[in-house]
C-alpha cells in the first residue's frame, strides 16, 4: 500500500509526516534501508506529524553534490510510520437518533404510549460522556427507558429528558411515555430532529385527522378504529379523532302543533299547524288521526297529495323528505245552538314519537267560553303564543296527545248596531208659478253591511231619476211600497262615503190667493247628521209663519264654523301634509257637502273644489260633485232651511203664504 512521506526542519527539529492511502501494514526487509530526498519525503509525509530530535535525526542526514539525504534503516522508517499515524478526524455530532414508532391505546385523560427506536452512538469513549436529549418535561412523563434492554441513565436537563452514554455503537432503546389528552387529541413534542410513526387504537369508531401528517391510515376493526401516521422530522406529533355519528335506520318523527279553535253559534272550526321534524331517514307519508264527526275542510302544506281513508288521513310527501314540514289541516263539527257546553278534538300524530303544542280559543262576540274539564292541558297566559297565532280568549299548552277539553258556554243576546250612517244629505226643490216641483236630493252614505238603502218618497211623488256613486241603478220596490236603493259598495272602502241621489217631481197644487204651503222631503232608514235643504219659490209667493221640522236659515251652520285650533295650529307648521289627518279630512268634507248644496242652488253642472278646498278632500271622496241629470229650473225667490240629526223622521216645510199683485 502506498504511503506519502513528508520532511522538514522546523526549530533544530526535522518533522516529517505519512498520509496512508490504506490499511495494510508495511512488511519488514531484513537490513534494508531506505534512502530518499529531503523533497520526495516532505511528499510522502506531507498528512502526518512525527517529531524527532535533531541530534537523532543527524544520524541519517547524508551530503553530497546532489544535496541533502535521508537513508534510514527500514525498521526505524517502519516503526516511525507505524506508530506515528494520522488521527481519524472527529465526526460533526456526537449521537444520531432514529426514527421512533409510538404504539398505544388513549384512556381517560391521559395516554400510555410504548416507544421504540435506534440510538447510534459516535463520541469516543475516551472523550467523555454522551447526553442525548430527548422528550420535553412539559405534558409528558417519562415512565422507564431502557437500553438494549437494560435499564438506561436518564436525568433532566433544561426542562428536557436526557440520557447518558458514555460509550460509543449502535444501540436499541424503548420505554414508555404518559402524556396528557386535550379532549379527544393529544399533542406530543418529539426529540429533535427525528421522525416519528404513531399506531393508535381507538376503542370505537372514530373520524382521524392530524394536518401534520405526511402519511395518515384508519382501519376500522369491530371494535375499535387503527390509527398510523407518519410525521417527518418535526419537533411536535398531534392528532386528533372524533366518533363517527351514525344514523339509526329507522327515522325519528317528533310534532309541534298549533291548534285553533273558532266557536261560532252553530260550529266549530279548528285549524292544525303541524310542524314535523323528521330525522335520520326520510319517510314517504305521515298520518294523522282525524276526529269522528267531523267535515274536512282543506289539507295544505309541504306535501305532494293526501287521502282520507277511515278517519285517518295520510299525506303523500316528496321523495326523501327529511328536516321541516309543514301541514295545515282545517276541519269543521257541528254544535247545537242549545248547548251549553263544548268537547274540544284534535288530530294524533299518529307517526310522531312525541307531539307538544299549544290550543287557542277565539269566539264570535255573543259567545263566552270557560274551561270546564281540563285533562292534559295547562292555561296560559295569550302572550306565550308563537307569533303566528291568533288574539285568543283561551290559550293553553300541552305534552301530549290526546288531551281532553270541555268548555262551558254561555250564549249572549246580541244588540243590533248601526251598520250605515249619512254624513249629510243635500236636497233643493225648485217650485213653478202653477204648483208643480222637482225635487233633487242627494244622501251621503257610509255603510258597512247594510244592502239597501230604504227611501219613503212623500205623497204623490213620481221617481224620476236614481244614481249610486254615480252609476245609474235601477231601483227596487219594497213589501212596504218604499223604494230600495243598493248602497254595498263601499263595503270595499266603508270609510268612504258614497253619494245616493234621488230625483221625483211632484203634480201642480192649487194656489188660492192665501192659504198653507207644506212640502215633504224623502225620508230614509238611517240617520242623517245633517240635512240642508234650499226651496226656490215663485217671486209671487210670500211665505210667513213657518213651522215644521225645518229650521230656516239665512246661510247654513257650516258655512260660519271655523276649522279648530288643532287643524290650524298643524297647518302653519306644515304647508304639505303627505297623510291628511282625520281632523283635516272632516273639515275637507264638509266644505265638500257645503259646495255640492251650492251646486244644486246654482244649477251648476261642474264646479272644481280641489282649487277651493285643496287635495285632501279628494283623498276621502272620489269626484263628490256630481253632475246634474235633470235640469232643475233654478228661479225665483231662494229660501233655506236645514236641521242636524234626522232619525227615522219626516221632513216638513210648512208656512202660510199670499199671492203677491
Known amino acids: 500500500m502506498k504511503r506519502t512521506l513528508a520532511l522538514w526542519l522546523s526549530g533544530g527539529m526535522l518533522c516529517f509526516s505519512v498520509l496512508l492511502f490504506g490499511e495494510k501494514t508495511l512488511p519488514a526487509i531484513g537490513e534494508a534501508t531506505v534512502t530518499i530526498s529531503f523533497d520526495e519525503f516532505s511528499q510522502f509525509m506531507k498528512n502526518s506529524r512525527v517529531v524527532i530530535p535533531w541530534e537523532e535525526l543527524q544520524k541519517f542526514v547524508l551530503i553530497d553534490g546532489n544535496g541533502k ?67 420535553p418535561t412539559t405534558g409528558v412523563f417519562l ?70 401528517a405526511a402519511r395518515l391510515r384508519t382501519e376500522q376493526t369491530a371494535s375499535a378504529t387503527e390509527v398510523e401516521a407518519s410525521f417527518p422530522s418535526a419537533t411536535q406529533v398531534e392528532i386528533a379523532w372524533s366518533p363517527i355519528v351514525r344514523e339509526p335506520e329507522r327515522p325519528k318523527i317528533l310534532a309541534n302543533i298549533l291548534l285553533q279553535y273558532s266557536l ?78 263544548v268537547t274540544l278534538s284534535h288530530p294524533l300524530c299518529l307517526d310522531a314519537e312525541k307531539t307538544v303544542g299549544y290550543a287557542t280559543i277565539v269566539c264570535s262576540p255573543n259567545l263566552e267560553v270557560s274551561p270546564a274539564i281540563l285533562e292534559g292541558l295547562v292555561l296560559v297566559d295569550p302572550r306565550e303564543l308563537p307569533d303566528r297565532a291568533a288574539p285568543a280568549v283561551l290559550a293553553m299548552r300541552f305534552s301530549r296527545l290526546p288531551f281532553r277539553s270541555i268548555l262551558n258556554l254561555i250564549r249572549h243576546q246580541e244588540v243590533a248596531m248601526l251598520d250605515a250612517t249619512a254624513d249629510s244629505a243635500n236636497a233643493i226643490t225648485a217650485m213653478t208659478s202653477d204648483g208643480k ?91 242623517i247628521m245633517h240635512f240642508m235643504y234650499s226651496l226656490y219659490i215663485p217671486e209671487k209667493l210670500n211665505l210667513s209663519h213657518f213651522s215644521g221640522n225645518l229650521e230656516p236659515v239665512k246661510d247654513f251652520a257650516l258655512l260660519c264654523e271655523e276649522p279648530s285650533g288643532e287643524i290650524s295650529s298643524r297647518q302653519e307648521k306644515s304647508s304639505v301634509v303627505s ?78 203664504y199670499t199671492l203677491r199683485k
Not at 411515555?177 to 426529540?191: K, T
Not at 253632475?627 to 219626516?650: C, D, Q, S
Open 579 to 656: 297623510q291628511p289627518a282625520s281632523g283635516e279630512i272632516k273639515e275637507a268634507l264638509r266644505k265638500v257637502y257645503l259646495a255640492r248644496q251650492k251646486e244644486l242652488e246654482q244649477n251648476i253642472s261642474h264646479i272644481t273644489i280641489a282649487k277651493e278646498i285643496g287635495d285632501k278632500a279628494t283623498l276621502e271622496t272620489t269626484a263628490g260633485l256630481l253632475p246634474l241629470r235633470i235640469y232643475i229650473p233654478a228661479t225665483g225667490h231662494l229660501l233655506r232651511f236645514e236641521k242636524r240629526l234626522v232619525v227615522e223622521e219626516e221632513l216638513t216645510v210648512k208656512a202660510r
Open 69 to 135: 539525504f535521508l537513508r534510514l534503516p527500514w525498521e526505524t522508517f517502519l516503526k516511525f510510520v507505524e506508530e506515528r499515524k494520522a488521527p481519524e478526524p472527529k465526526p460533526p455530532t456526537d449521537y444520531i437518533l432514529s426514527s421512533f414508532l409510538y404504539t398505544g391505546v388513549p384512556q381517560r385523560d391521559s395516554f400510555v404510549l410504548r416507544f421504540a427506536g435506534n440510538l447510534f452512538g459516535l463520541k469516543d469513549q475516551a472523550d467523555g460522556w454522551t447526553t442525548v436529549k430527548l422528550w
Open 143 to 212: 415512565a422507564w427507558l431502557k437500553i438494549d434492554g437494560k435499564p438506561a441513565r436518564t436525568i433532566t436537563k433544561d426542562g428536557i429528558y436526557c440520557l447518558l452514554l458514555n460509550e460509543s455503537g449502535s444501540f436499541q432503546i424503548e420505554g414508555e411515555l404518559q402524556v396528557r389528552l386535550y379532549g379527544e387529541a393529544f399533542r406530543l413534542p418529539v426529540p429533535a430532529g427525528t421522525s416519528s410513526i404513531v399506531k393508535l387504537t381507538l376503542p370505537g369508531e372514530y373520524n382521524v385527522s392530524s394536518p401534520a
Open 264 to 341: 261560532q253559534p252553530d260550529l266549530i272550526r279548528t285549524t292544525a299547524n303541524c310542524r314535523y321534524e323528521i330525522l335520520y331517514q326520510p319517510v314517504p307519508y305521515l298520518r294523522l288521526g282525524l276526529p269522528e264527526g267531523i267535515r274536512l275542510i282543506n289539507v295544505s302544506g309541504n306535501l305532494v297529495d293526501w287521502k282520507e281513508i277511515n278517519s285517518v288521513l295520510q299525506v303523500e310527501l316528496r321523495p326523501k323528505t327529511k328536516g321541516l314540514v309543514q301541514i295545515q289541516v282545517t276541519y269543521e263539527q257541528d254544535i247545537k245552538v242549545t248547548d251549553n257546553q
Open 437 to 527: 216641483s222637482i225635487t233633487r236630493t242627494i244622501f251621503n252614505v257610509r255603510n258597512t253591511t247594510k244592502q239597501f238603502l230604504r227611501v219613503k218618497l212623500p205623497e204623490g211623488a213620481k221617481l224620476w231619476s236614481v244614481y249610486v256613486d254615480q252609476q245609474p241603478t235601477k231601483p227596487l220596490i219594497g213589501a212596504d211600497r218604499e223604494i230600495l236603493l243598493p248602497v254595498l259598495k263601499s263595503l270595499t272602502r266603508p270609510e268612504r262615503a258614497i253619494p245616493v241621489e234621488v230625483i221625483y217631481y211632484q203634480a201642480s197644487s192649487n194656489i188660492a190667493t192665501t192659504g198653507t204651503l207644506q212640502i215633504s222631503l224623502p225620508a230614509i232608514d238611517i240617520p
